[in-house]
Nanobody, 124 residues
């Protein structure tokens, strides 16, 4: 089992940067695909980025070139560096873990464990 806790959200002006962290517990972190999703008010949860245990990554088109996902297996932590933030990036950001596969997936249904989320607000 993997328990995940997000941190690093906050209020930032458009064009600014934030770095989110997701601390995970459990011996299987190193073999889990980790992902970030987000949910804006009135909208469905959407995929942002994912990283495999072999450090391959995928991104949503809306964040490609601006966001970077990374992981530190020694610290059981995954990060989301967000640059050139836009007001439309405002959302609650969730960290998720998927065990038993190294396949990168955009579908939220395949992820087994979720954090409580951290709020990111980008002011215009």
């Amino acid at each position: 089992q993997v328990h995940v806790v997000e941190s690093g959200g906050g209020l930032v002006p458009a064009g600014g940067s934030l770095k989110l962290s997701c601390a995970a517990s459990g011996r299987t972190f190193g073999s889990s695909v980790m992902a970030w999703f987000r949910q804006a008010p009135g909208k469905e949860r959407e995929f942002v980025a994912a990283v495999s245990w072999s450090y391959n990554t995928i991104y949503a088109d809306s964040v490609k070139g601006r966001f970077t996902i990374s992981r530190d297996n020694a610290k059981n932590t995954v990060y989301l560096q967000m640059d050139s933030l836009k007001p439309e990036d405002t959302a609650v950001y969730y960290c998720a873990a998927r065990q038993g596969s190294n396949s990168l997936e955009r579908r939220s249904i395949v992820y087994d464990y979720w954090g409580q989320g951290t709020q990111v607000t980008v002011s215009s």
